[in-house]
């Protein structure tokens, strides 16, 4: 089955920068996703890779992917406070409808924490 | 902010009562998909709903059930509250069931008491 993990916590100063881990189990995967989270709040969708590709950079975010260690990570560069929350790194995997990809599948969130 | 709306925001509710929750998509977007989050964890996969027939479903039991209207607005409707249903319930809605940009709303938060 799907497995998602990512470490728990990461704390850093502001102004340097951030990099959260995930692994994954599914071979299968065909898109990894990074959301944020803020306290009380929905997902927000941050970025996304497609599992054919090795790195994506969207202005202070880069996410680097390696299929064959089934490891995501997401760099942000100049860590702002307002960087603190909660990432989740999340992805698809086949479903019963055609073979489209209609599900999510999470990691339980790793809480960043950035000090002034 | 993404144009996913869920209602209500917060609802208290006792355990062995129904509840139904409502989620509007974003404008262009035809399949909903819903998520529980249980305190300290990731959310989980309930179910997809496109073209107003379910397209999947996790591991949930069947006293979870949903709907989608024409307009693709949904409800999520579960029955025989237990005390483990307290979660946030997420609703995410994407262009198609291939979840490239699944969009969420603020979510709905359930306490059973």
């Known amino acids: 089955g799907e497995d998602v993990e990512q470490s728990l916590f990461l704390s850093v100063r502001e102004g340097d920068s951030s990099v959260i881990n995930c692994t994954y189990t599914?071979?299968?995967?065909?898109?990894l996703y990074w959301y944020k989270q803020e306290p009380g709040a929905g997902l927000q969708l941050l970025t996304y890779?497609?599992?054919?590709?090795d790195m994506k950079q969207d202005q202070r975010l880069t996410v680097l992917l390696n299929k064959k260690d089934k490891h995501l990570s997401l760099r942000i560069a100049d860590t702002q406070t307002g960087d603190s929350a909660i990432y989740f790194c999340?992805?698809?995997?086949?479903?019963?409808?055609?073979?489209?990809?209609?599900?999510?599948?999470f990691g339980k969130g790793t809480l960043l924490t950035v000090n002034p | 902010e993404t144009g996913v709306t869920q209602s209500p925001t917060h609802l208290i509710k006792t355990r062995g009562q129904q509840v139904t929750l409502r989620c509007s998509s974003q404008?262009?977007?035809?399949?909903v998909s819903w998520y529980q989050q249980a305190l300290g964890q990731g959310p989980q996969f309930i179910f997809q709903?496109?073209?107003?027939?379910?397209?999947g479903r996790g591991n949930f039991p069947p006293r979870f059930s949903g709907l989608q209207f024409p307009n693709y607005s949904s409800e999520l409707n579960v029955n025989a509250l237990e005390l483990d249903d307290s979660a946030l319930y997420l609703c995410?809605?994407?262009?198609?069931?291939?979840?490239?940009?699944?969009?969420f709303g603020q979510g709905t938060r359930l306490t059973v008491v």
């Open positions: 995410a809605s994407t262009a198609g069931p291939l979840n490239t940009e699944a969009f």
């Open positions: 599914d071979s299968s995967s065909t898109y």
């Open positions: 890779i497609f599992s054919n590709m």
């Open positions: 999340a992805e698809t995997s086949g479903g019963n409808s055609g073979g489209s990809n209609y599900k999510l599948t």
């Open positions: 404008s262009g977007h035809n399949t």
């Open positions: 709903y496109y073209r107003e027939e379910e397209n």
